[in-house]
């Protein structure tokens, strides 16, 4: 027997819009009556309508704001494949997306798309840019609004997001230096290539990485951390300088940027096969690096399902009241090498 909105309501003994109140996380009721509300719904095992949810939604769409890097870093694209595999799935239930493309520079972007979604009405946010303070007290502003955030591929630690989807950024710079031990002699001089230091993922990877070499008795040397934002000129340019200026570079680590840069570099210095190269993801640049055997590793973290489980999870805790079960939802980590292909 189907449990109505009435019945929650008439069990607690209170009015059946403070239960809709409830079921929605809306403001306006108190805590102990919230919790009491809570429990009678867990009990009687209330489970929402959703086909009279999915028919209002049709006639008034519930709208998802969708922060992240600009569209010309390649590897996001794989990102928006896995979100629009999922909005496909939603379409007939009135989901719609509202894209913001922001500079990966500059955190006050990002901070102010949230606000400015949050401002439109949107139901939810999934937000993927930098871990930067401006970021964090908009993500907060957003949760008083009631406005759910789901971050993807790049956490923002410390602020009131509802979960985190992606990789383990840690282990997967332990990972990396792991292999980078096993294919350099002790005393050997590696750089390691990132992104942008205030994305979460980008410094998680590089902390990840410089642990892994000292708990394996640290032989190798950081020889110097580059911040290259994911541009091919500027990852080309410092990559340069630096195997100028240090011709004794044995290892490179691309914690995340821009490959081709890296391999032209290489090309430039005509290291190819003298400079071992561990990377991440999956992308044609890197495919075509290790059929040409300058990518010695890559380390791959699905990112069309951190797209895909993001915005399910997202729109489950809009449309349904469905709270992830976690805090933290990991994608897989597989190490391939050139024989994989």
């Not at 449990?3 to 009015?15: D, F, L, M, N, P």
């Not at 309508?49 to 519930?62: C, M, S, T």
């Not at 490959?259 to 999956?282: F, P, Q, S, Y």
């Amino acid at each position: 027997m189907t449990v109505t909105i009435r019945e929650i309501a008439k069990h607690a003994g209170v009015s059946r819009g403070t239960v809709d109140r409830v079921l929605n996380d809306r403001p306006g009721v108190k805590p102990e009556v919230r919790d009491r509300i809570l429990e009678i719904v867990n009990e009687l095992n209330y489970v929402p309508n959703i086909a009279a949810k999915a028919l209002a939604y049709q006639k008034k769409p519930v709208t998802l704001g969708i922060v992240m890097p600009p569209k010309e870093i390649v590897f996001f694209e794989l990102i928006r494949s896995g979100i629009s595999s999922a909005s496909e799935e939603l379409k007939d239930l009135g989901v719609r997306l509202e894209y913001r493309y922001v500079d990966n520079k500059r955190p006050e972007e990002g901070a102010a798309a949230i606000r400015e979604l949050v401002e439109i009405g949107v139901s939810g946010i999934m937000f993927s840019v930098m871990d930067d303070e401006l970021i964090r007290e908009s993500i907060n502003y957003a949760a008083q609004k009631n406005v759910p955030v789901v971050t993807f591929n790049s956490d923002v630690e410390d602020s009131k997001r509802v979960c985190f989807v992606g990789q383990d950024l840690h282990k997967s710079g332990v990972v990396a230096a792991g292999l980078m031990n096993r294919v350099l002699p002790a005393e050997a001089k590696v750089v390691i290539l990132t992104g942008n230091l205030k994305f979460h993922a980008h410094r998680a990877r590089v902390e990840g990485f410089k642990q892994g070499l000292k708990s394996s008795g640290g032989s190798l040397q950081v020889e110097r951390v580059i911040e290259g934002f994911d541009r091919y000129e500027d990852t080309y340019a410092q990559l340069n300088q630096t195997l100028s200026e240090h011709a004794d570079i044995s290892g490179i680590y691309m914690a995340t940027g821009d490959t081709d840069a890296c391999l032209e570099v290489i090309k430039l210095h005509r290291k190819e096969g003298k400079i071992r190269v561990v990377c991440n993801d999956m992308l044609p640049s890197v495919e075509q690096g290790m059929r040409d055997r300058m990518i010695d590793f890559t380390i791959v973290q699905n990112p069309e399902r951190q797209g895909y489980l993001s915005l399910r999870l997202l729109f489950d805790l809009v449309f349904a009241g469905k709270q992830p079960e976690m805090e933290h939802y990991f994608t897989e980590t597989h190490i391939y090498i050139p024989e994989s292909l």
